[in-house]
T-cell receptor, first 112, second 109 residues
Framework: NAGVTQTPKFQVLKTGQSMTLQCAQD?????MSWYRQDPGMGLRLIHY???????DQGEVPNGYNVSRSTTEDFPLRLLSAAPSQTSVYFC???????????FGPGTRLTVT | SQQGEEDPQALSIQEGENATMNCGYK?????LQWYRQNSGRGLVHLIL?????REKHSGRLRVTLDTSKKSSSLLITASRAADTASYFC?????????FGKGTRLHILP
């Protein structure tokens, strides 16, 4: 099993550009989530999904969109990148939101 | 807002000593989890303790939970250089898993 995979590993964007961070898992997990990690701020929840077709907002959803058309994939879209979105983004999955979360390796995003 | 808050923010100890870090949370929980993050990597799950449990062990790790005080502690015994990492507690709130800001642990040779 590959577990949770994220692409790309690194990305540089200019302000106003859009892009999609990819996340996929091969463990048939229902629950998937996106976090951002900034120095001194820990991990903050952006969006999450409890199953295909169901998504909801986390603590810091503004500027981000998600969709969940399949169990395996949970892409995160930045509609118009801003410097404040410079961060490391982690995707996670689990069989249930109350159980062990499996994390991907992260995407380091810089917005100039 | 953060649900769990770790204390201390940073901790340096000599190899072989025990390391203790704490997590306080605000609202009632179903369970509490601890994760480790090595520099530049994703988080790795260490241990989960349910709200009706008071103590749990896994190898050199011991976790306690005091629901009356809304706090948990993670004890790492006989620390090793490889334990150098950041440690996060995570608690559930509604359908969400919320992480604290973490404790940075540095093991000195």
């Amino acid at each position: 099993n590959a577990g949770v995979t994220q692409t790309p590993k690194f990305q540089v964007l200019k302000t106003g550009q859009s892009m999609t961070l990819q996340c996929a898992q091969d463990m048939n997990h229902e629950y998937m989530s996106w976090y951002r990690q900034d120095p001194g701020m820990g991990l903050r929840l952006i969006h999450y999904s409890v199953g295909a077709g169901i998504t909801d907002q986390g603590e810091v959803p503004n500027g981000y969109n998600v969709s969940r058309s399949t169990t395996e994939d949970f892409p995160l879209r930045l509609l118009s990148a801003a410097p404040s979105q410079t961060s490391v983004y982690f995707c996670a999955s689990s069989s249930h939101q109350l159980y062990e979360q499996y994390f991907g390796p992260g995407t380091r995003l810089t917005v100039t | 807002s953060q649900q769990g808050e770790e204390d201390p923010q940073a901790l340096s100890i000599q190899e072989g000593e025990n390391a203790t870090m704490n997590c306080g949370y605000k609202t009632s929980i179903n369970n509490l989890q601890w994760y480790r993050q090595n520099s530049g990597r994703g988080l790795v799950h260490l241990i989960l303790i349910r709200s009706n449990e008071r103590e749990k062990h896994s190898g050199r790790l011991r976790v306690t939970l005091d629901t009356s005080k809304k706090s948990s502690s993670l004890l790492i015994t006989a620390s090793r250089a490889a334990d150098t990492a950041s440690y996060f507690c995570a608690t559930d709130r509604d359908d969400k898993i919320i992480f604290g800001k973490g404790t940075r642990l540095h093991i000195l040779p």
